[in-house]
């Protein structure tokens, strides 16, 4: 595909490395007293073509993460397989948020009313709805999107208000700090969860159980903190 590079892995190196990372995830979970089907794994197929993904998917991957909505809507018709599930983990600008009901199930990355109410007027539209996380810079990272923890009560009383039929929140996503220490991704995630468990019981918030946290470097931090779902990409496709 165009604009795709084509530095992936084989086949049978993205079958070899799924092995891996469940194995991590399965690992995490032992030791920290986790069932391991409290935690998604999302492949981060961004960068990496169709048939990287078709090889995960032969492998039993279901959940693919995607952050450009324009190279995703090339890829999404490609793979209409029953099951595979596409989440939406990047910064949504204002004219792709009509493109995300109808081929992305889970959005991570909600930080604005005004895009959640185009996001969610097109759900309508279409008669369906999307799974919804809100973005949190727990860090305070002027790099990372999301909301600051002090605005995210404010954010959600907006999105209440405002009745978004369109939009189901389902929970929190955050990046963890880049390089940071044991004890500073684990106060991070941690963090999130509690910041998770607060806004549910304030505003009586059914379902909002989920934690999109960790990633390659650091999911079993996250999975420690009570991770949902990680987020992981270099570690199955290899470098983009």
Not at 97 to 119: E, M, Q, S, Y
Not at 142 to 159: D, H, M
């Amino acid at each position: 595909m165009a604009g795709i590079p084509s530095n992936t892995s084989s086949s049978s190196s993205i079958a070899s490395n799924l092995v891996r990372v469940r194995e991590r995830i399965a690992n995490a979970c032992n030791l920290y007293g986790r069932p391991l089907s409290d935690v998604r794994l999302i492949a981060i197929s961004k960068k990496h073509p169709v048939e990287s993904i078709r090889a995960a998917i032969d492998a039993g991957q279901l959940d693919f993460g995607e952050n450009q909505v324009q190279e995703a809507l090339g890829k999404i018709p490609e793979v209409e397989i029953p099951g595979v599930q596409w989440h939406y983990i990047g910064p949504l600008q204002s004219n792709k948020a009509k493109h995300l009901p109808g081929n992305f199930h889970w959005w991570h990355t909600l930080n604005r009313l005004d895009i959640a109410t185009r996001v969610s007027s097109k759900a309508v539209e279409l008669g369906t709805r999307v799974e919804t996380l809100i973005q949190v810079n727990v860090v305070n990272d002027p790099a990372k999107s999301g909301v600051s923890s002090s605005g995210l009560s404010p954010l959600i009383a907006q999105l209440l208000e405002a009745g978004l039929g369109g939009l189901d929140l389902r929970g929190l996503m955050t990046i963890g700090p880049h390089g940071g220490s044991e004890d500073e991704l684990r106060q991070c995630f941690g963090s999130l969860r509690e910041l998770m468990e607060t806004t549910r019981d304030q505003f009586g918030l059914e379902n909002f159980d989920q934690l999109s946290m960790g990633m390659t470097d650091d999911m079993e931090q996250a999975i420690g903190e009570g991770a949902t779902m990680v987020r992981v990409g270099s570690a199955i496709f290899g470098s983009r």
